[in-house]
Nanobody, 113 residues
């Protein structure tokens, strides 16, 4: 079965950290560029970070220096390490296999004091 499954969301304090995971199955994970996107309440979905099959990374300006995307081909998993969290990071975070157009179900991150 071809799917992406995110985990790791939850409630974090302002300035805190969370690590999101996205496990891929049913396709050759190491061959695909992967991305994290998010959708905050009342806003459109937006790009957060991406990692190419060659390991090159790209970030939205709003998360640059705070978030780190990485991948583990042995585990078919892409991660998003989120540090120095802000209330505006509150959103549902989605993993996407870019050329496949495959999305995960999302994981909710809430940042609050």
């Amino acid at each position: 079965q071809v799917e992406l499954k995110e985990s790791g969301g939850g409630l974090a304090q302002i300035g805190g950290s969370l690590r999101l995971s996205c496990v891929a199955s049913g396709f050759p994970f190491s061959s695909y560029d992967m991305a994290w996107l998010r959708k905050a309440p009342g806003k459109q979905r937006e790009f957060v970070a991406a990692i190419s099959s060659g390991g090159n990374t790209n970030y939205a300006d709003s998360v640059k220096g705070r978030f780190t995307i990485s991948g583990d081909n042995a585990k078919n998993t892409v991660y998003l390490q989120m540090n120095s969290l802000k209330p505006e990071d509150t959103a549902v975070y989605y993993c996407k296999a870019m050329l496949l157009g495959l999305w995960g179900q999302g994981t909710l991150v809430t940042v609050s004091s």
